[in-house]
């Protein structure tokens, strides 16, 4: 068995689960923290002999995976989401860094799988830190959406992805985004950022460019135009709930005796 704990938070991923849990079948355990799914997750979890479930009321992202990350056992921690999987290229990396001990973290690249077909290989993917030494990687609390892990020393680039399944549908991912933009929003406004009205007109065609050219999404056809879209109707969402959040501020001052 691979000495690595593998953590995963949970809402009804029972469509994936399966996936992501035979991909670390081979991983000393795994620590999945569900917020109260009412599909077959259960059931899935409690069919692999490395795995414990166990639930928790959602506290947010950040929260909730610093609360699975807690009780992990080994001393290197891997993190994945209920729709992801894990590549063979990158559960051998993972290996292979355990055994060398040179280095305290591995930044991954994040292969989203978008109505069902993967990334074309020439497109540049997001990357995350998910592996990490469980003493030098933390949460930052402060972030409601797209947590990240803050490592406390050398993190190295993968080269194999963690592949994400979640982007199912374009509803699936409106959705999501809207959810995000949200959250988003009320972190940037909690924080004391202002809302600008110039970055509200030009971060739409701005966040397309850049998903669209640089970041060659322009490789996956149909998808990838369609996908750049979405992104940059995010970007301008988080943008105009920020002067909402704003306005409604202004107007409950102004209501109040």
């Not at 992805?161 to 909690?190: M, R």
Request: glycine share 4%; hydrophobic share 40%.
């Amino acid at each position: 068995m691979i000495p690595c704990s593998v953590y995963i938070v949970t809402l009804n991923c029972g469509p994936w689960l399966e996936d992501t849990l035979q991909s670390v079948k081979d991983f000393s355990e795994v620590i999945i923290l569900d917020s109260g799914s009412i599909d077959d997750t259960y059931a899935i979890a409690q069919s692999f002999a490395n795995t414990r479930i166990s639930h928790q009321d959602w506290q947010g992202y950040a929260a909730q995976k610093s609360l699975a990350l807690a009780q992990c056992k080994n001393d290197w921690v891997l993190n994945l989401d209920g729709d992801e999987v894990l590549s063979a290229e990158l559960k051998a990396e993972i290996e292979r860094t355990i055994q060398d001990n040179q280095v305290d973290a591995l930044i991954t690249p994040i292969n989203d799988v978008f109505l069902g077909v993967p990334n074309s290989k020439h497109t540049k993917k997001h990357a995350k830190v998910r592996f990490f030494r469980k003493s030098k990687g933390q949460y930052d609390l402060a972030n409601k959406v797209h947590e990240n892990v803050i490592v406390d020393g050398q993190s190295l680039k993968a080269e194999g992805d963690i592949y994400h399944y979640g982007e199912s549908s374009i509803f699936v991912k409106v959705e999501k985004n809207n959810q995000y933009s949200n959250l988003k929003a009320a972190e940037k406004f909690q924080k004391g950022k202002k809302p600008s009205l110039l970055k509200l007109s030009l971060v739409m065609p701005v966040t397309f460019l850049k998903s669209y050219f640089i970041r060659r999404s322009c490789l996956n056809g149909w998808r990838g135009f369609v996908n750049s879209m979405i992104n940059a109707f995010y970007a301008f969402l988080k943008e105009a709930k920020l002067f909402e959040q704003h306005q409604n501020a202004a107007k409950k001052k102004q209501d109040q005796p």
